[in-house]
């Protein structure tokens, strides 16, 4: 396994490489895993571009990002999942997910999700982390709410309507 960042019970999540934009291009190939999204991937080398320009800046410019989902034990690839800095808003903490749709009704988004928010606390001791889904995204909303984090409005991003929903790290005072 490559550089793994964090392990759950039934999970690794690791950092992506250049070599994996073949698997970031097949999990975006299913209409309904974009649904949501607004950001189709046009083919490997588009999935490539991403990885190098947006996916792999982030690792070593704010030491998270979104990282590659494995089920363990058999390491099958079945989503990404992970915390972004947006620097064009503000420098927030935007913590993101997508999964193949034969995985989706198992947990799978939760559990990562919730590790995700809790490396960032307690980690990287970061102050707020925030998540957003389309309004009419019910499975990934739920997933905000079940890991605890506070629907705070809905506002326009990235020129899509969005629930904003937002944790504060119970750490910092």
Known sequence: MLHTVLETERL???QFTT?????IYELNQDPD???Y?????????HAKEVLENVILPQYALYNHGRWAVHTKPGLEFIGWCGLKTRPERDYEIDLGYRYKQSTWGKGYATEAAYAC??????????K??????MPQNLASLKVLEKIGMKYIGEEIVDDH???TYEALNPFIR
């Open 33 to 35: 895993v974009t649904r």
């Open 161 to 163: 309507p969005a629930k």
């Open 117 to 126: 928010l809790q490396y960032g606390f307690a980690t990287l001791g970061l």
């Open 12 to 14: 690794l999540l690791r």
């Open 128 to 133: 707020r982390i925030v998540g957003r889904a």
């Open 37 to 45: 999204t607004g950001d189709p991937i046009r083919d490997e080398a």
């Open 19 to 23: 070599g994996d934009a073949a698997l």
